[in-house]
């Protein structure tokens, strides 16, 4: 498994239990974890964050641009 599918894992884990617990609203916000290259693991806009799968998160470079 790569790193990015190690991150992109655990934010679709964090992001279930952060809305069991209802600490993050459905759609609202982004979820992110920087990789070790400096790329960012981050959650696609407007994803339910309780029904997150792996495909919802992308890598972007620290400017923001997609990779």
Same mark, same amino acid.
């Given at each position: ?27 609202? /916000?982004? =979820? ?8 960012? %693991?981050?959650?696609? &806009?407007?994803?339910?964050? /309780?029904? =997150? ?8 470079? %620290?400017?923001?641009? &997609?990779?």
């Amino acid at each position: 498994m790569t790193e990015f599918e190690q991150r992109a894992t655990e934010l679709v884990e964090v992001g279930r239990s952060l809305y069991k617990s209802g600490m993050v609203p459905a759609t609202s /916000g982004n =979820l992110s974890a920087r990789l070790s290259d400096g790329r960012i %693991a981050i959650t696609v &806009s407007g994803r339910h964050k /309780g029904k =997150l799968t792996q495909s919802d998160i992308m890598v972007v470079d %620290a400017d923001g641009h &997609s990779l």
